[in-house]
């Protein structure tokens, strides 16, 4: 059974740097076959996609975040981390990291529990 | 970008009952549609791919159609746990994948 685990400060300054990692057990990211997503739900709203990375560190990213994200892999730790930049109150979210398969069936069949990030001074 | 309507934004029924969620696109996006049920505090849950498959271990009473614009997914009897927030979610240009945003189905 694949798990994932969001892990994370919970309380980030504005303008800092948001960092995440999400940590997938029960199967390994180099097996390759699924992409590994970032998700976020502001409060009480609906669910955003932030990007995706491949185990070879292919990425694609939301247009509207992309130039303040980056997500990057590390295949030895079976790790997969976020980082947004420059963030506001309005980053203020759920982060979810979630696995996908790599064509357009399918959908996102295993999520983290969630991780609340909240931007404030 | 590929907007994803869902309607109602609420819907209110009793255990028993027939749920009927909508969910229509801006374009085309063939059979590539999934929704997601979502518990208060919890993370979304795969329940229908490519527009009408169940995933895994998902109950029969749930069954999802539609193709091109206009898709639904049905609850044929409302369980008491089946009382959430529904996404549709659209993957005809993946990678830009895009989510409905939601209908919450509540207890009447």
């Known amino acids: 059974q694949v798990q994932l685990q969001e892990s994370g400060p919970g309380l980030v300054k504005p303008s800092q740097t948001l960092s995440l990692t999400c940590t997938v057990s029960?199967?390994?990211?180099?097996?390759?076959?699924?992409?590994w997503s970032w998700i976020r739900q502001h409060p009480g709203k609906g669910l955003e996609w932030i990007g995706y990375?491949?185990?070879?560190?292919?990425?694609y990213y939301n247009p509207s975040l992309k130039s303040r994200v980056t997500i990057s892999v590390d295949t030895s730790k079976n790790q997969f981390s976020l980082k947004l930049s420059s963030v506001t109150a309005a980053d203020t979210a759920v982060y979810y990291c979630a696995r996908d398969t790599m064509t357009n069936r399918g959908g996102f069949d295993y999520w983290g529990q969630g991780t609340l990030v909240t931007v404030s001074s | 970008e590929i907007v994803l309507t869902q309607s109602p934004a609420t819907l209110s029924l009793s255990p028993g009952e027939r749920a009927t969620l909508s969910c229509r696109a801006s374009?085309?996006?063939?059979?590539?549609l999934a929704w997601y049920q979502q518990k208060p505090g919890q993370a979304p849950r795969l329940l229908i791919y490519d527009a009408s498959n169940r995933a895994t271990g998902i109950p029969a009473r749930f069954s999802g159609s539609g193709s091109g614009t206009d898709f639904t997914l049905t609850i044929s009897s409302l369980e008491p746990e089946d009382f959430a927030v529904y996404y549709c979610?659209?993957?005809?240009?993946?990678?830009?994948?895009?989510f409905g945003q939601g209908t919450r189905l509540e207890i009447k």
């Open positions: 979610q659209q993957r005809s240009n993946w990678p830009q994948i895009t």
């Open positions: 029960g199967g390994s990211i180099s097996s390759g076959g699924y992409y």
């Open positions: 990375i491949y185990y070879s560190g292919s990425t």
């Open positions: 374009q085309s996006v063939s059979s590539y």
